[in-house]
């Protein structure tokens, strides 16, 4: 009711009534297009950096104006940030889709403590198989003999018999009790019969106390989209039932991946990489490995992200082998994954002059400028890529196609 803040109201109420007389113009195509330009770019420089998300608009453009324009640079920014303390995250290599909880322990403990955390029992009673590969994925990296440097992150859970301890530390990484929880996990067949989510949950904890913790991390770390495909939304060519979509990247990221776009067009490529390495992949995102600790196969054709039109090259990176070693066999099933899994994602690339091919193997230099979309599982027994390029015609238009309804969906 002050002065102050009436005149700010009178001045948005003004601003407003002069967007909307500009609204009753049409505008050309042309002006359109510079500005839907213009204001691409700007949406990439206000949202470009997490330091500047935050900032309060200047105090002389009105409430609903300061409104307006704190909203649109933390919206596009809000998985910069940790969900509870809402300061950056103290490592992150690249702009992941989902928000999560930072490294800091007392944001893990209130994350894990609260109920803010997602409850892994309504997770795997609703999505199994999406919980299965993460699983998967998380037992293939800690028992790697590279898991010193791919089982990035660790684990951080809270002991759930000592409320105020970790039970898993990344600053105390204990690989062989890590191994010992997920003995509980692999078997996720026999723990949906179990009924409700509450009997999951009971089913988990007397196996280990530590399997449900733990497996609420490998759900809540998670920070890709990723989600089954039916059989009525898959790609046919493909030739296998675990088919998902996978949408990894930031909005600013793939607003900036669709400038680039505009300008140089784009075209599609598989991406190989062993079993234990997408642990890391689904929580950091795809990066130029070259000279990392990540990186597994040399670098023959310069540095960057290896890909390839042919499904067969891609696979050829991928190194099958046994993610699960439990002591309880599985039963083989299309819904649920076999023992010996070859994973490979379908994405997106810029094809700007950075992009080096070479036959049949592409690297491209820019991490920015590769989007995943598609992830495909082969039983490592059974693989059938003979033949597949993504470069033919018919194949791109099932592509696009399959991308147009899973967005409209």
Same mark, same amino acid.
């Given at each position: 009711n002050s002065p102050d803040s009436a005149a700010s109201l009178l001045l948005d109420s003004k601003r407003f009534a002069e967007l909307t007389r500009d609204m009753d113009e049409v505008p050309s195509a042309s002006c359109e297009a510079e500005a839907e330009d213009e204001e691409d770019e700007d949406f990439l420089v206000q949202a470009a950096s997490s330091k500047?998300?935050?900032?309060?608009?200047?105090?002389?453009?009105?409430?609903?104006?300061?409104?307006?324009?704190? !909203?649109?640079? +933390?919206? *596009? %920014?809000?998985?910069?940030?940790?969900?509870?303390?809402?300061n950056s995250h103290v490592f992150q290599s690249a702009t992941m889709l989902k928000p999560t909880v930072c490294a800091r322990e007392l944001c893990v403990f209130a994350f894990q403590t609260l109920g803010v955390m997602?409850?892994?029992?309504?997770?795997?009673?609703?999505?199994?198989?999406?919980v299965d590969l993460l699983v998967n994925m998380c037992n293939a990296a800690?028992?790697?003999?590279?898991?010193g440097d791919i089982f990035d992150p660790y684990p951080t859970v809270v002991d759930p018999c000592r409320?105020?301890?970790?039970?898993?530390?990344?600053? @105390? @990484?204990?690989?062989?009790?890590?191994?010992?929880a997920m003995e509980g996990l692999l078997n996720i067949e026999d723990v949906i019969a179990g009924g409700s989510t509450d009997k999951i949950k009971g089913a988990l904890s007397k196996r280990d106390p530590l399997s449900y913790p733990l497996l609420q991390w490998i759900i809540s770390s998670n920070r890709s989209h990723i989600v089954? !495909?039916?059989?009525?939304?898959?790609?046919?060519?493909? @030739?296998?039932?675990?088919?998902?979509? !996978?949408?990894?990247?930031?909005?600013?990221?793939?607003?900036?991946?669709?400038?680039?776009?505009? @300008?140089?067009?784009?075209?599609?490529?598989?991406?190989?990489?062993?079993?234990?390495?997408?642990?890391?992949?689904?929580? &950091?995102?795809?990066? &130029?490995a070259s000279g990392t600790k990540y990186q597994q196969h040399g670098a023959a054709y310069?540095?960057?992200?290896?890909?390839?039109?042919?499904? %067969?090259?891609?696979?050829?990176?991928?190194?099958?082998? %046994?993610?699960? +070693? %439990?002591?309880? *066999?599985?039963?083989?099933?299309?819904r649920f994954l076999n023992?010996?899994?070859?994973?490979?994602? !379908?994405?997106?690339?810029i094809t700007s002059p950075d992009l080096r091919k070479s036959g049949s193997i592409w690297v491209c230099p820019k991490a920015e400028h590769v989007c995943t979309r598609f992830f495909f599982v082969y039983d490592a027994s059974s693989l059938q890529s003979a033949g597949m390029n993504v470069e033919q015609v018919a194949k791109k238009a099932e592509i696009a196609k399959c991308i147009g309804t899973a967005r409209s969906a």
């Open positions: 500047e998300a935050k900032v309060i608009p200047d105090v002389e453009r009105g409430v609903l104006c300061q409104v307006m324009k704190y !909203l649109h640079n +933390r919206l *596009p %920014s809000l998985n910069e940030f940790c969900v509870v303390c809402d997602a409850d892994a029992a309504q997770e795997i009673a609703t999505g199994p198989e999406v800690c028992r790697s003999h590279r898991r409320g105020n301890e970790l039970a898993f530390n990344p600053n @105390k @990484k204990n690989f062989d009790r890590v191994v010992a089954k !495909l039916p059989k009525s939304r898959s790609l046919s060519f493909m @030739k296998t039932p675990h088919q998902f979509l !996978l949408i990894s990247d930031s909005p600013v990221k793939e607003r900036s991946f669709c400038l680039a776009k505009k @300008k140089h067009g784009s075209t599609f490529a598989f991406h190989g990489s062993s079993i234990e390495n997408w642990h890391s992949i689904m929580r &950091n995102g795809l990066i &130029n310069g540095k960057g992200i290896y890909l390839s039109p042919e499904l %067969s090259t891609s696979m050829g990176y991928c190194g099958g082998g %046994s993610a699960h +070693r %439990s002591a309880h *066999p599985r039963r083989s099933s299309e023992k010996n899994v070859v994973c490979v994602a !379908l994405c997106e690339v």
